[in-house]
């Protein structure tokens, strides 16, 4: 499957990303608030521009099925992810309205950036490409840690659950579909798919580091 070939892609960055020492600390509950509080920043701002992203590629998908898939993704931006910053935040004792003011660090900027780019290319296959690490790797990063036992941080547990949970991997099954799907049909745009994909778990990477050094890493 297609899928299998994207994964092994990107297998020395998917390493990277589990031994980061923010997501190690968040399953064992050691990592510091003010480090988790600046990454739910972070995340919530870039899930704005996510959304935006994911509207565009309803507009764009061929059928009623796909059409549905990208705008319910869109919808729970707003009615999940979002929602569970807003509630970690403020359990962290900090201000949830202020996390629309966020100041966007340069991680952040470079993978808004990568989607917006391709979002408005008007290339759905590219687009598709371009979103799923997002879905894909927040799923496997929430399996992988739910694995290791529950964190003894409440508040990191749920961010733990929500993307372990099956709702959200239902979503990353939709997504996983489409790709295959767009693989299959254009096989030649397989590599191009590739290297998009690819780029985008890169994005990932630095973005947990982002969150982990505070902003500081130039």
Do not use: N
């Amino acid at each position: 499957m297609f899928r299998d070939m994207l994964w092994r892609s990107v297998e020395d960055l998917w390493t990277e990303i589990l031994g980061h020492p923010f997501l190690g600390e968040l399953q064992r509950g050691t990592l510091p608030e003010e480090k988790f509080a600046y990454f739910l920043g972070q995340d919530y701002t870039y899930l704005e521009d996510f959304a935006r992203v994911l509207a565009l590629g309803a507009a764009r998908s061929p059928d009623g099925r796909e059409l549905r898939i990208f705008l319910d993704a869109a919808s729970g931006v707003f009615a999940v992810e979002q929602e569970l910053h807003v509630a970690l935040t403020g359990a962290l004792g900090a201000d949830p309205d202020a996390l629309g003011r966020t100041q966007r660090g340069s991680a952040t900027r470079s993978y808004v950036d990568f989607l917006l780019r391709h979002g408005f290319a008007g290339d759905y296959a590219r687009f598709a490409a371009a979103v799923l690490p997002c879905f894909w790797i927040y799923r496997e990063v929430g399996l992988a840690l739910r694995d290791r036992g529950p964190s003894p941080q409440p508040l990191y547990q749920a961010w733990i659950d929500t993307y372990a949970g099956e709702p959200f991997g239902s979503a990353v099954q939709a997504q996983l579909g489409i790709i295959e799907r767009i693989a299959e049909e254009t096989p030649r745009r397989q590599g191009e798919l590739r290297e998009i994909f690819r780029e985008g778990v890169g994005h990932e990477c630095d973005f947990w580091d982002q969150a982990y050094q505070l902003g500081r890493r130039g």
